[in-house]
């Protein structure tokens, strides 16, 4: 992950509170980041998981080769 795309996520509101040691030197606790990568993966997969699920309710309804781009016939 670049340094730019970590102050991206240190500008959001849940993202671990920055301790400032120094005015160049910025640290943060590695066990808050573990919670907080943690709960974005759980998010993620939660979402995945909804995704999957319409997929399936759709292909159930439609048939699994509906709306697909370069399908074969």
Same mark, same amino acid.
């Given at each position: 992950m670049s340094l730019s795309r970590l102050?991206?996520? @240190?500008r959001g509101e849940d993202f #671990?509170? @920055?301790?400032?040691? @120094? #005015?160049?030197?910025?640290?943060f606790q590695?066990? =808050?980041?573990? =919670?907080w990568i943690a709960k974005k993966a759980a998010a993620g997969a @939660?979402?995945?998981?909804?995704q999957?699920?319409?997929v399936h309710?759709?292909?159930a309804k439609y048939g699994s080769g509906h709306g697909t781009?370069?399908? =074969?016939?």
């Amino acid at each position: 992950m670049s340094l730019s795309r970590l102050w991206n996520f @240190a500008r959001g509101e849940d993202f #671990p509170q @920055a301790i400032k040691l @120094a #005015p160049r030197v910025t640290i943060f606790q590695v066990r =808050e980041l573990d =919670e907080w990568i943690a709960k974005k993966a759980a998010a993620g997969a @939660a979402s995945r998981s909804a995704q999957i699920k319409k997929v399936h309710a759709h292909r159930a309804k439609y048939g699994s080769g509906h709306g697909t781009a370069g399908a =074969e016939k």
